[in-house]
């Protein structure tokens, strides 16, 4: 049964329909049944001569279809020849014709018509479908007009229902694959959201912790400061245990969708502390932040303070011994403005970009506004600019990484000033004021 199995399979894959390969087993069962029954039915009347001809030509036109699509090195050639579609049906009004040709009581060949449409319709277009189950409808009315059928409605009746049956059973199959598409779909984004959130409070986190332990070992080995190597240390441990918390309750935020049930995720209010928290790691830092948090939405204060967060990472992790300068607050126009600068190297400049810089644009672009990086002058200049504090962001949470619209423009870095930033588009065209 497997290399049968198989061989249904691979017709169903040049159909271009996700069938189970049973479907496909009962029909040409159903096929084979019927044939054979229509032969006992004339072999109990007892034909003569020539009669037999009729009855084989029916028999070969009635299953030959099906042994073909069986046969793997005919596959491709047949079942992607548009017209297969339409001959079937047309061997099989071809084959009950045969059949007719030695009338016999209750004759079951003619239920060989109903079957056809069933199955022309669960893998033909519409049009097709239409097509196949009129041309055996004026079969069985053919067959009725003819006198060899009795209750030739009755047959139409069945021919249509078994257009409609095999209709439906296409549609579903599609609504089925349209929603496994949308499930995948869904779990790709599910994965890009969780990796963001990671990346978001870890990247960070771990930066701190290797800076203070740098700061440590220095402090041993240049200067043999054992309180300065604590006091590092007991800062990278309280890092830690506040990661370790901050794992827990994104794991607790993924698991559960009742997020305001959850400890709050940061925001605008928490700059300070994070800026403080680099500061006592050793980064050189320069920092302004003006603004109100009660009149920032929760949605756009996150996304400020991941990208804050995330620029200062990097900036620790390619320019430790740099100043990095943070400049956060409103614009004239009202939009929030967030602008980080820092040293980088040509080793930074040409290493390969993760899912950081794509992970701000996301969120920055889900609050309806603007994320440019470029690299001018030996300094990475990052640039956000959100439409409104009191704007709240979409809730569509992280897209794909690598969708996110970054890139490198070279041109010169807006000043530290609060102001209207001339910002540029990765692709180079110019920006004129907030989305």
Same mark, same amino acid.
């Given at each position: 049964?497997?290399?049968? *199995?198989?061989?249904?399979?691979?017709?169903?894959?040049?159909?271009?329909?996700?069938? =189970?390969?049973?479907?496909?087993?009962?029909?040409?069962?159903?096929?084979?049944?019927?044939?054979?029954?229509?032969?006992?039915?004339? @072999?109990?009347?007892?034909?003569?001569?020539?009669?037999?001809?009729p009855?084989?030509?029916?028999? @070969?036109?009635?299953?030959?279809?099906?042994?073909?699509?069986?046969?793997?090195?005919?596959?491709?050639?047949?079942l992607?020849w548009?017209?297969?579609?339409?001959?079937?049906?047309?061997?099989?009004?071809?084959?009950?014709?045969?059949?007719?040709?030695?009338?016999?009581?209750?004759?079951?060949?003619?239920?060989?018509l =109903?079957?056809c449409?069933?199955?022309?319709?669960?893998?033909?277009?519409?049009?097709?479908?239409?097509?196949?189950?009129?041309?055996?409808?004026?079969?069985?009315i053919?067959?009725?007009?003819?006198?060899?059928?009795?209750?030739?409605?009755?047959?139409?009746?069945?021919?249509?229902?078994?257009?409609v049956?095999?209709?439906?059973?296409?549609?579903?199959?599609?609504?089925?694959?349209?929603? !496994?598409?949308?499930?995948?779909?869904?779990?790709?984004?599910?994965?890009? *959201?969780?990796?963001? *959130?990671?990346?978001?409070?870890?990247a960070?986190?771990?930066?701190?912790?290797?800076?203070?332990?740098?700061?440590?070992?220095?402090?041993?080995? #240049?200067?043999?400061?054992?309180?300065?190597?604590?006091?590092?240390?007991?800062?990278?441990?309280q890092? $830690?245990?506040?990661?370790?918390?901050?794992?827990?309750?994104?794991? #607790?935020?993924? !698991?559960?969708?009742?997020?305001?049930?959850?400890?709050?995720?940061?925001g605008?209010a928490?700059?300070?502390?994070?800026?403080?928290?680099?500061r006592?790691a050793?980064?050189?830092?320069?920092?302004?932040?003006?603004?109100?948090?009660?009149?920032?939405?929760?949605?756009?204060g996150?996304?400020?303070?991941?990208?804050?967060? *995330?620029s200062?990472?990097?900036?620790? !992790?390619?320019?430790?011994?740099?100043?990095?300068?943070?400049?956060?607050?409103?614009?004239p126009?009202?939009?929030?403005?967030?602008?980080?600068r820092? =040293?980088?190297?040509?080793?930074?400049?040409?290493?390969?970009?993760g899912?950081?810089?794509?992970?701000?644009?996301? !969120?920055v672009?889900?609050? $309806?506004?603007?994320?440019?990086?470029?690299?001018?002058?030996?300094?990475?200049?990052?640039?956000?600019?959100? =439409?409104?504090?009191?704007? #709240?962001?979409?809730?569509?949470?992280?897209?794909?990484?690598?969708?996110?619209?970054?890139?490198?423009?070279?041109?010169?870095?807006?000043?530290?000033?609060?102001?209207?930033i001339?910002?540029?588009?990765p692709?180079?065209?110019?920006?004129?004021?907030?989305?």
């Amino acid at each position: 049964m497997r290399w049968l *199995e198989a061989h249904y399979r691979h017709a169903l894959v040049i159909f271009g329909f996700d069938y =189970p390969t049973s479907y496909m087993l009962i029909s040409d069962l159903g096929v084979f049944t019927l044939a054979v029954g229509a032969v006992v039915q004339r @072999v109990v009347v007892g034909p003569s001569g020539t009669q037999w001809i009729p009855i084989a030509a029916a028999v @070969v036109l009635a299953l030959g279809p099906h042994l073909a699509c069986l046969y793997r090195g005919w596959q491709p050639s047949i079942l992607r020849w548009k017209p297969w579609i339409l001959g079937l049906p047309a061997f099989t009004l071809a084959a009950v014709v045969c059949f007719w040709q030695v009338p016999v009581e209750v004759d079951v060949a003619t239920l060989l018509l =109903p079957l056809c449409a069933t199955i022309t319709a669960a893998v033909a277009t519409r049009r097709e479908a239409i097509i196949s189950t009129i041309a055996l409808s004026a079969t069985a009315i053919g067959g009725g007009l003819a006198g060899v059928i009795a209750q030739a409605w009755l047959f139409v009746l069945m021919v249509g229902f078994g257009g409609v049956v095999g209709y439906l059973l296409q549609k579903q199959l599609l609504l089925l694959t349209a929603e !496994r598409r949308a499930q995948e779909q869904q779990m790709a984004l599910d994965r890009a *959201e969780i990796a963001g *959130e990671v990346h978001d409070v870890l990247a960070h986190s771990l930066s701190i912790m290797m800076l203070n332990v740098t700061a440590a070992r220095r402090a041993l080995q #240049e200067h043999d400061d054992v309180a300065e190597a604590v006091d590092a240390l007991v800062d990278a441990e309280q890092v $830690g245990r506040a990661t370790m918390q901050d794992v827990r309750r994104t794991v #607790e935020l993924l !698991r559960t969708s009742d997020a305001e049930s959850s400890t709050p995720q940061p925001g605008f209010a928490d700059l300070p502390d994070l800026v403080d928290g680099f500061r006592r790691a050793g980064v050189d830092l320069d920092a302004e932040i003006v603004g109100d948090s009660e009149t920032i939405t929760g949605g756009t204060g996150l996304a400020v303070y991941r990208v804050v967060q *995330e620029s200062l990472s990097n900036a620790a !992790r390619h320019a430790p011994h740099g100043t990095v300068t943070v400049r956060v607050g409103p614009e004239p126009g009202g939009a929030l403005v967030v602008r980080v600068r820092n =040293p980088v190297t040509a080793d930074a400049r040409r290493a390969r970009g993760g899912s950081g810089l794509s992970g701000m644009a996301s !969120r920055v672009e889900n609050c $309806g506004g603007i994320f440019v990086t470029r690299v001018v002058d030996g300094h990475w200049c990052v640039d956000a600019r959100f =439409p409104g504090a009191a704007v #709240e962001c979409s809730d569509a949470g992280l897209v794909d990484a690598a969708s996110g619209p970054q890139g490198s423009v070279e041109t010169p870095c807006p000043p530290t000033t609060f102001g209207s930033i001339p910002v540029t588009r990765p692709n180079g065209s110019p920006v004129s004021g907030p989305r």
